[in-house]
């Protein structure tokens, strides 16, 4: 089954301890990007990769690493976690755009974190 | 930079028609997309628009007008499990197409 599958769904955790939320996808998609959801601010973008190698900034980097080192995966990093990024993060893949056609995102079940 | 503005929340009743507009401001535009997200879950695509005009995909159609920035997405014969949040995104050629999204409109289907 196509499919985005992140781990862990849910985490509680304190300040300062470093934590990795992972991201996987079978689908062989080029892109993978992060985003945070919080009530009434929608989803934001973390970072984003656009193939192996090749990250970049979204609109709300601060306090979050990345890395692509193979294609199908793109863990999240936070190195030293604060209660601000006490939020619902998705990971989301998908395929190179071609003549015009969506960008169509598949986004993984969610990871809800807690920090305290 | 991009931005998106849609409602925040849209009511209506079962077996009417709702639009959800959506209008935005980008650097660059490739597309305008939809997607839909239940409480609780993840957000999934519902349509796109490169082009201007109407795509039509059962009971949901989506509209574009790239001249005035503008779109909506028109659901008909609503039916409680349409209750989800919509989101719109933008795709924009300098970053990297990746879809960049609007805050949201919360439907509510009353019976």
């Known amino acids: 089954e196509a499919q985005v599958t992140q781990n862990p769904r849910y985490l509680i955790t304190v300040t300062g301890k470093k934590l990795t939320v992972t991201c996987s996808q079978n689908?062989?998609?080029?892109?993978m990007s992060w985003y945070r959801q919080d009530p009434g601010l929608g989803l934001r973008q973390i970072y984003y990769?656009?193939?192996?190698?090749?990250?970049d900034k979204g609109d709300v980097p601060e306090g979050y690493k990345v890395s692509r080192k193979e294609k199908r995966n793109f863990p999240l990093i936070l190195e030293s976690p604060s209660p601000n990024q006490t939020s619902l993060y998705f990971c989301a893949s998908s395929s190179t755009p071609r003549n015009s056609g969506a960008n169509v995102l598949t986004f993984g079940a969610g990871s809800r974190l807690t920090v305290l | 930079g991009q931005s998106l503005e849609q409602p925040s929340e849209v009511t209506a009743v079962e077996g009417a028609i709702v639009q959800i507009n959506c209008t935005y401001q980008?650097?660059?535009?490739?597309?305008l997309s939809w997607y839909q997200q239940h409480d609780g879950g993840a957000p999934t695509f519902l349509s796109y628009n490169a082009l201007d005009g109407l795509e039509e995909t059962g009971r949901f159609s989506s509209f574009l007008s790239r001249s005035d920035s503008y779109g909506y997405l028109l659901l008909q014969e609503l039916q409680m499990k349409d209750s989800a949040s919509y989101f719109c995104a933008v795709s924009d050629p300098g970053g990297s197409y990746i879809p960049t999204f609007g805050r949201g409109t919360s439907l509510i289907v009353h019976p």
């Open positions: 980008t650097s660059g535009f490739y597309g």
């Open positions: 990769s656009m193939n192996v190698e090749v990250t």
């Open positions: 689908m062989n998609h080029e892109y």
